[in-house]
């Protein structure tokens, strides 16, 4: 590892230093780098993307996140009555192809791990700037998710009213996006969308300026454990650095002889030349001086790594809000509470997660302007429903329910079609689909109890509670009571 070998190592800079002094220097120097070390232990780089893609404890509680938002299914729905959209094709060109590269999917996912890695994410509407008061989605076809890292928030030349009265553009006077090693793009504020996990930093003009940190600067000494633990497996593995000591077994009438100078030389050439497992070497050595071998590392069993590793993970995993039951074992456990777990993740992080981030774009994008906004749904996730036949008996009782507040006039049909996710019916076309029972007409009424099979309705009254076997409360003739 890099603490044994610098332990062992003279600093360049004392050594040049003192060259020509004793060898009490060198103590001296050493014990000035083993000081250094303990005082300043080793800290896992903080380029989160990069601990992202090479440490697996990272990136499992992203990937869980991030690769489950971007298999939910998007919508677009009405304000007015929540019912879905099917046919705009504005959106439906965005949520097939936000640019020519990308999916839907593959641009959520890169959004999220952005967002969870680094505690930003940029989103980028390439459009012309004399659009700036438009729709963006009825206006622009290229969405494009800017790395974190390339993008720079530029302020105003002028004295920033950071705390009073002040709109985005008197923060920001463009951001600059690193394209190339030499040519930035400069890109006015209308076009970027900044999605924050964490809090604006709003101290520093720089390169951080109103980004996040990260949640992963919270865990950087477990991160640290972790590269530690896999360079010390690695070490033990591939047999580097330091293993032990051979220490010599002769003895005379005054007790241990320690061995001569010659004898370490040509023990030295027979170990190199003649043992090992390369082209003419061999697996056992022979030697006609008693020796024995001291062992000074450590095993992979002594050192105990799975157990530091998996204390490790869960500790990054939480951050995130992973319940320590879902983070993956290295004898591939599992709990009888895993379900509930999965349901809690998804309740408590990932679907409130996914719904802010709707509520964002349908703001970017200009949707709210036309009474529209975007919504996800995950309907179809196992771990959120008890079966199919749980499901259909939802969809049984919500279409009770709403039965039985159309017929006591609290709802309209168009009000239960946007409870079962179906789009509204258009009131110019069918204009009872948009009125109260109360305010239909005989005919309207006749019609809808003819759909429905529900002869309460042809009344007018309010539902007695039993919509499909209205009672029959006749009372009974007195004049076949005897007296």
């Known amino acids: 590892m890099n603490l044994v070998k610098k332990l062992f190592a003279v600093d360049d800079s004392i050594k040049s230093a003192n060259s020509g002094k004793g060898s009490a220097v060198t103590s001296a120097s050493n014990r000035v780098i083993y000081e250094r070390e303990l005082a300043m232990p080793y800290v896992a780089d903080a380029n989160f993307l990069r601990l992202f893609m090479t440490v697996p404890e990272v990136f499992f509680p992203i990937d869980f996140i991030a690769s489950r938002i971007a298999k939910a299914h998007f919508e677009i729905k009405r304000t007015k009555d929540d019912s879905v959209v099917w046919c705009n094709r504005r959106m439906n060109k965005i949520l097939a192809n936000p640019n020519c590269l990308m999916g839907w999917s593959e641009l959520i996912y890169s959004h999220f791990v952005h967002k969870l890695a680094t505690g930003n994410a940029f989103l980028r509407a390439a459009m012309s700037d004399m659009l700036k008061d438009k729709a963006k989605y009825r206006w622009c076809d290229h969405y494009w998710p800017i790395l974190t890292t390339s993008v720079k928030a530029v302020p105003p030349s002028y004295e920033l009213p950071i705390y009073g009265i002040c709109d985005i553009d008197d923060l920001i006077d463009h951001y600059e996006i690193q394209v190339t090693t030499t040519g930035t793009l400069k890109v006015p504020t209308f076009q970027m969308w900044h999605d924050r996990d964490l809090i604006a930093d709003l101290q520093h003009t720089g390169n951080r300026y109103l980004k996040s940190k990260s949640r992963l600067a919270s865990v950087m000494k477990a991160i640290s454990n972790l590269v530690a633990v896999y360079e010390a497996r690695n070490v033990i593995y591939v047999k580097r650095g330091g293993i032990g000591f051979l220490v010599s077994l002769k003895r005379d009438e005054t007790g241990s002889t320690a061995m001569e100078p010659k004898e370490k030389r040509e023990i030295e050439d027979y170990l190199d030349k003649s043992y090992g497992l390369g082209e003419g070497q061999r697996p056992i050595?022979?030697?006609?001086?008693?020796?024995?071998?001291?062992?000074?590392?450590?095993?992979?069993?002594?050192?105990?790594?799975?157990?530091?590793?998996?204390?490790?993970?869960i500790t990054i995993a939480g951050v995130y809000g992973i319940p320590d039951v879902l983070v993956p074992r290295k004898d591939h456990s599992t709990f009888n509470n895993q379900a509930n777990a999965e349901k809690t993740a998804y309740c408590g992080v990932i679907i409130p997660m996914a719904q802010k981030f709707c509520n964002d774009l349908t703001s970017f994008l200009g949707l709210d302007k036309d009474g529209l906004y975007l919504d996800c749904n995950f309907s179809d996730v196992d771990c959120l429903q008890l079966g199919l036949k749980e499901a259909e008996q939802v969809k049984k009782l919500t279409n009770d329910r709403c039965r039985q507040q159309f017929n006591d006039g609290l709802i309209t049909l168009n009000d239960w079609r946007a409870q079962i996710h179906e789009s509204q019916i258009d009131e110019e076309e069918i204009p009872l689909f948009s009125k109260l029972k109360f305010q239909m007409s005989d005919e309207e009424l006749a019609v809808v109890a003819k759909i429905l099979n529900n002869q309460s309705i042809l009344t007018n009254q309010p539902s007695t509670g039993e919509s499909n076997h209205e009672r029959d409360e006749t009372k009974p003739d007195l004049s076949d009571q005897s007296e």
């Open 285 to 313: 050595g022979v030697t006609d001086v008693p020796l024995s071998f001291v062992r000074t590392n450590l095993s992979i069993s002594e050192l105990q790594p799975f157990e530091e590793t998996l204390q490790d993970a």
